[in-house]
Nanobody, 125 residues
């Protein structure tokens, strides 16, 4: 079992930045690829970014490339999402997730086994 707790959400203006963090506890952190997803009101949950167990490989949704950066610290059991140049359409609840699927950087929600409770990000225009 893995417990995930996100933090760092909040209200920011268009063009601003936020850094989300996810703290993991439980089984060996390096057993898991980690990912971030988001869900806006009335929309399906969508993939944001993923990182493999070592941190060497990353993947991003097209609309996040160049603006978001995912990273992990295996010594601290944390994964972070640095979000720059935020836009109103980035407003959503952001979820951290852990995958034991064996896929390096999974980008499907069904590939993830553990989820955090989510943190709200609101970008004002």
């Amino acid at each position: 079992q893995v417990q995930l707790v996100e933090s760092g959400g909040g209200l920011v203006q268009t063009g601003g930045s936020l850094r989300l963090s996810c703290a993991a506890s439980g089984r060996t952190f390096t057993s898991y690829a980690m990912g971030w997803f988001r869900q806006a009101p009335g929309k399906e949950r969508e993939f944001v970014a993923a990182i493999n167990w070592s941190g060497r490989n990353t993947d991003y949704a097209d609309s996040m490339k160049g603006r978001f950066t995912i990273s992990r610290d295996n010594a601290e059991n944390t994964v972070a999402l640095q979000m720059n140049s935020l836009e109103p359409q980035d407003t959503a609840v952001y979820y951290c997730a852990a995958s034991a699927s064996g896929v390096s950087t999974p980008n499907k929600s069904w590939q993830y086994h553990y989820w955090g409770q989510g943190t709200q990000v609101t970008v004002s225009s």
